[in-house]
């Protein structure tokens, strides 16, 4: 059995990722690959009540990084890596660059930490490719507002989200092998066809 591939997503919030993700997962089950969809902070029984906290309670900063960290532990273990195994893809909303993007762009946890954390959580592993979707924090807020309640990430200022975005896109700019940046302002069905642009490339 061939290995699976790893894919991830990535944007600030109301980028728009859930809606390319399911645009995605239609494409691959089409093409007769088995398909795991996947979130972060989440994924497991233990992540998703990980995930009830980290949305809800407030915390210290070293908390939050180091929970994030905690329901990637069980994920890698529990789903990813038995998915891989088989040969599935897996689709996750989101992995560590979020941890780099949010905790270490935005709020200003410290780099060396993270990476720290990250090499003791993941050996070496980590996605195959990663799809940013990119916007300006004031689109994607209008989108939010029109959509939903905000969680405890989603109530941050517009200054927080453009450090997010930064980081995002210079993660990006080390690592072009592995990012594919996509301008998340363009109509929903403009951004699909990109993207199943890029994954033909990867069957
Ligand atoms: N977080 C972190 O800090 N550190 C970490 O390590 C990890 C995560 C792993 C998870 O929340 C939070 O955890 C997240 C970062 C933090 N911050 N927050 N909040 P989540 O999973 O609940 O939220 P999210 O990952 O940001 O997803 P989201 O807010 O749902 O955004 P989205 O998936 O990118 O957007 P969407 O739901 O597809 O679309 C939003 C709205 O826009 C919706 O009404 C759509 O119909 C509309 N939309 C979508 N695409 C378009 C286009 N192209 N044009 C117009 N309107 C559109």
Do not use: N
């Not at 059995?1 to 995605?24: H, R, V």
């Not at 900063?61 to 273990?77: G, W």
């Not at 517009?158 to 980081?167: G, L, N, P, Q």
Request: aromatic fraction near 8%.
């Amino acid at each position: 059995m061939s290995q699976g591939k790893f894919i991830t997503f990535e944007g600030i919030d109301g980028a728009g990722k859930t809606t390319q993700i399911e645009a995605l997962h239609a494409f691959l089950r089409d093409s007769g690959i088995e398909v795991v969809r996947t979130r972060e902070p989440g994924g497991t029984p233990l992540g998703e009540k990980i995930r009830g906290l980290l949305l809800h309670e407030d915390m210290d900063e070293t908390a939050e990084t180091l929970l994030f960290f905690a329901s990637r532990a069980q994920h890698i273990r529990d789903v990813i890596l038995p998915a891989l195994a088989r040969g599935a893809w897996v689709l996750s909303d989101r992995f560590t660059d979020a941890t780099y993007a949010y905790q270490v762009g935005g709020k200003g946890c410290s780099a060396q930490s993270v990476l720290q954390l990250e090499a003791m959580v993941q050996k070496g592993f980590g996605p195959d490719k990663t799809v940013l979707f990119d916007i300006d924090p004031e689109s994607a807020a209008k989108r939010l507002a029109l959509s939903r309640t905000a969680d405890r990430f989603e109530v941050q200022g517009t200054d927080f989200f453009s450090r997010v975005r930064k980081a995002y896109l210079e993660r990006a700019a080390r690592e072009p092998e592995r990012f594919v940046v996509l301008d998340a302002s363009a109509a929903p069905e403009v951004i699909t066809r990109e993207l199943l642009e890029k994954a033909k490339g990867w069957l």
